[in-house]
C-alpha cells in the first residue's frame, strides 16, 4: 500500500523542503530509468505531445466533478475500459489535500496514480483549486473562513461575489504554495510519467459581472494598460482600458488579473516540475462574438487569447471546453484556438461523437468527453444520440447507454492512436464529418482528390445526406498512391487530379495495427469495393492501394 505523503511547510514556495516521502516501490523507479518529462514539440505550425519520444494522441475521457476520491474510483476504471480510452482526466482536490494550512496529504494523488498504472491508462490532473467554474468552492476551508484574507470578488453594486477575487494576494501565496507542493509531489512518485500533463484551475473567471470592483481593483483598472497587454492586442500605448477597448475594456481588465494569477501559479509549480500545464476555457457564444451573454469572464475565451499568452507564459496552452452543438460553432472553435502559438486540446466536450473526426481533422493533440464514469446514470439528449436503428448495440454496456455513442470512435482509433498522433504531426492525415446539409466533402492529397459522401445506401446512388449528421472520415496518405481509410456512415473513393484519368484499386485490405504494425485480416474487392468503400456502423479500417488507368 501507498503511504500517507504528509508535508508542513512554514516558508513560502520558493523555499520548501520536503521533509520526507513515503512511497511504495510501486511509485518509484530509479532516475536513470525514468522516461522522459512529456512535452510539446511544434513542427512546420504543427504541434504533438510527446510521451517516451515519440507523439501521443490523447483519446481521453473526463470523469465527473466528484468522482476523485479512491471511494469511486472502480467505477471509473471500467468505464475507460468501455470506451476505448488510453488517458483520463481526473481532478484532485485543494480542499481534499490541504485541511490544516500548510499540512499538505497526496495520497489520493498516490490512488489515482497506482490505478491508472494498473489499468494502462495515463492521466491527466485537474487542479481545482482558488477557481473551478468561476467559483472558490475548492478552497479549503480554512480559507473561506476567512474572507479578509482571502477576498471575494465585488461587483459594480458593492455586493459580494461568489467568486475569487485575481487580487487576493494571500490567496495567490496559498495557491501558488500548494500547486507547487503538489508538483514537487508528482515529480518524486511518478518517475514512470503516468501523469501527461496538469490543468491549472478550472474554467476560472466569474460568470455574474464583468470583472471585479474592490478598492484594489478599482486602483489598479485606473492605472495605464500594461504594456504586454497592448502589445498582444495591437494596440498604442496612451490610454485608459475603457478608450482603448470601449465597451470591453473592462473584460479585457479581468482578463488581464485572472491570467497574471494563474500564470503565476502556474510558474510556481513548473518551476518544480516542468510537466505540459494548460488552463480550459468555458465558452461564450463564439458565433455572436459581439452579443452580450453570461459567460466565464476573464477566463481564456476566444477574444482574450492573446491577452493570457501575454500574461501566464508559463501555461503550454489555454484550451476549449466545447460543448456547442451546433456543428459550425464546434468547427469555428477549434479552429480559433488552433494557433500557431497554441495547440489544440479538447478537455471537455459533449454533443456529437463524430466531433472527434473534426478534432483529429484540426490536429488536436487530444479529445476527452465530459463525465464518462460510472457514477451514476445518464439519459443522453435524443438530439446529441443516434436513432435507435442507427445505435451501435455491440457498444451498449448494461444500462450505461451515454456511453454507447462514444465507443465506436474511440474503438475504431484507439489501436493506431501512436500512428494516428504521429501521421497528424507529419501532415499527412486528413478527417471530416458529416455537416447538416452537406452531402459530400473533398480532401486534396496531391495526384489525388478523395471524396467523401454520406447517406449513399446503394452501390452507384447518389448521396442523399444520413437521416441525422453521424457521418465521418478519416483519410492518411501513407505513400504516393496507399491510403488508410476509416469512418462511419460515410463512403470513400478516390479520383485522380489528372483530366481524363479514373482509379482503379490495386489492393484493399481490411486489417488493424497492433503493436504499431498494420495486420491484414481480408482483401476486398467485388461488391465490396465497385462503388467506393463503405463505412457504416461497425469500425472498420482499410488500406488502400490504387493507381489510375
Known sequence: MISSFIVSIGKPWRTLLVASVLCSGALVAAAADAPPIPRLVQQDGRYALFVDNAPYLMLAAQVNNSSGWPGVLSKVWPAMADLHANTVLIPVYWDQVE??????????????????????????LLWFATWKNGNQH??????KQDPVRYPRLIDAHGETVDSPSPFGAATLAADMKAFAAFMGHLKAVDAQRTVLMVQVENESGTWECPRDYSPEAQKRFAEPVPTAVLKAMNKPAGGSWTE??????????HAWAVASFIGQVAAAGKAVYPLPLYANAAQRDIMKPSSPGNYGNGGPTDNVIPIWKAAAPALDMVCPDNYNTDTAAYI??????????????IPETGGSPRFLFFALGTQAIGFSPFGMDYTKDYVVPEGVRPKDDLLHPWALTGTHKFLAPWIAGYRVINPMAREIARWNFEGKLQAVAEEPGQVTQTLSFGAWDVSVSYGVWARYARPAGNPQPIGSALVVQLGENQFLVTGFYSRIDFKPVE?????????????AYENGEFKVVRELN??????????????????VTISAY
Open 99 to 124: 485541511r490544516k494550512e500548510g499540512e499538505f496529504d497526496f495520497s489520493v494523488v498516490d490512488a489515482l496514480i497506482t490505478g491508472a498504472r494498473s489499468h494502462q491508462l495515463h492521466l491527466v
Open 332 to 345: 469555428k472553435a477549434l479552429q480559433v484556438y488552433r494557433r500557431e502559438d497554441n495547440a489544440l486540446f
Open 499 to 511: 483530366p481524363g484519368k479514373h482509379r482503379q484499386f490495386l489492393r484493399v485490405e481490411e486489417g
Open 526 to 543: 467485388g461488391d465490396q469495393t465497385d462503388g467506393g468503400l463503405d463505412f457504416i456502423a461497425e469500425p472498420l479500417v482499410l488500406r
Open 138 to 143: 475548492y478552497m479549503p476551508a480554512w480559507m
Open 244 to 253: 482603448l477597448f470601449g465597451p470591453e475594456g473592462e473584460v479585457f481588465f
